[in-house]
Nanobody
Framework: QVQLVESGGALLQAGGSLRLSCAAS????????MAWYRQAPGKQRELVAV???????NYASSVKGRFTISRDNGKNTVYLLMNSLKPEDTGVYYC??????????WGQGTQVTVSS
């Protein structure tokens, strides 16, 4: 069982930058993928960015070029650096981990609000 705790959410103006962190209670080096999802009010949860165990990354088209996902296996932490934030980036951001057996884990989420 892995516990995930997100932090770093904030209220900020459009154009600003923010870094989210996801700290895991156990080792993330064995996780197949680590990812960030977000859910805006009234919308379904969507994938924002994912990073594999070997560091390959993939992004939603809406954030490509603005967001960067990274992982520090030594600190068991995954980050999401968000630049040039837009009001449409507003939502609750969730950390997700999937192990080699396909079991998934979620954090409780952290709120990001971008004002225009």
């Amino acid at each position: 069982q892995v516990q995930l705790v997100e932090s770093g959410g904030a209220l900020l103006q459009a154009g600003g930058s923010l870094r989210l962190s996801c700290a895991a209670s156990g080792s993330i080096s064995s996780m197949q993928t680590m990812a960030w999802y977000r859910q805006a009010p009234g919308k379904q949860r969507e994938l924002v960015a994912v990073i594999s165990s070997i560091g390959m990354t993939n992004y939603a088209s809406s954030v490509k070029g603005r967001f960067t996902i990274s992982r520090d296996n030594g600190k068991n932490t995954v980050y999401l650096l968000m630049n040039s934030l837009k009001p449409e980036d507003t939502g609750v951001y969730y950390c997700n981990a999937v192990n080699r057996y396909g079991s998934g884990y979620w954090g409780q989420g952290t709120q990001v609000t971008v004002s225009s």
